[in-house]
């Protein structure tokens, strides 16, 4: 049976309950929970599939903990590796670079060989551009909990529920 994490923040709060749910949702017997803030290389390799926690911070950046891993990332290879990722983003706040977090992660993943896995699609938000667009869906799942709480876990159950049909 593959190896399976969720690797989000335990202090970027609702990065983390959304987290939480997700864990809760997919079975949390059958997952890893842990903390971006101290994932190593070694661990992060160690596991055959991935969910990723990458809220977008400011104007489209990644958070400093995903930040100061890209490095690492750039020199490993994720060949037959399965990575899904979620993250929380503000479409009225930050409509030009609407969940960005979320699209130059799995850009990089995908460039190191990983297969991503959980597209979701782009309508019900209102955005002027995003980097986690690939044509017309999301390259992971997209919370607004700023101004679409009341959707999030509908999107997070739905979501879950399409990993599980890619996962092993």
């Given at each position: 049976?593959?190896?399976?994490a969720i690797i989000?923040?335990?202090?970027s709060?609702k990065?983390?309950?959304a987290?939480e749910?997700?864990s809760?949702?997919?079975?949390?017997?059958?997952?890893e929970?842990?903390n971006?803030?101290?994932?190593?290389?070694e661990?992060f390799?160690?596991?055959d599939?991935?969910?990723?926690g990458?809220?977008?911070?400011f104007?489209?950046?990644?958070?400093?903990?995903?930040?100061?891993?890209?490095?690492?990332?750039?020199?490993i290879?994720?060949?037959g590796?399965?990575?899904?990722?979620?993250g929380l983003?503000?479409q009225?706040?930050?409509?030009e670079?609407f969940?960005d977090?979320?699209?130059?992660?799995?850009?990089?993943l995908?460039?190191?060989?990983?297969e991503?896995?959980g597209?979701?699609?782009?309508?019900?938000?209102?955005?002027?551009?995003?980097?986690?667009l690939?044509?017309d869906r999301?390259v992971?799942?997209v919370l607004?909990?700023?101004?679409q709480?009341?959707?999030?876990?509908?999107r997070?159950?739905?979501?879950?529920?399409?990993?599980?049909?890619?996962?092993?």
């Amino acid at each position: 049976m593959a190896k399976t994490a969720i690797i989000y923040s335990f202090n970027s709060n609702k990065t983390a309950k959304a987290g939480e749910k997700i864990s809760k949702f997919y079975g949390e017997d059958k997952l890893e929970v842990v903390n971006a803030e101290d994932i190593t290389e070694e661990q992060f390799l160690s596991y055959d599939q991935l969910i990723l926690g990458v809220p977008t911070w400011f104007d489209g950046e990644l958070p400093n903990y995903w930040d100061e891993f890209v490095p690492a990332l750039e020199d490993i290879g994720m060949k037959g590796k399965k990575v899904a990722i979620y993250g929380l983003a503000d479409q009225l706040g930050y409509p030009e670079n609407f969940a960005d977090g979320i699209g130059i992660m799995a850009n990089l993943l995908k460039s190191r060989g990983a297969e991503i896995i959980g597209y979701t699609a782009n309508d019900k938000y209102t955005f002027e551009a995003s980097a986690a667009l690939d044509g017309d869906r999301f390259v992971g799942l997209v919370l607004d909990q700023e101004n679409q709480a009341r959707l999030s876990n509908k999107r997070i159950e739905n979501w879950v529920n399409d990993l599980k049909k890619h996962f092993k």
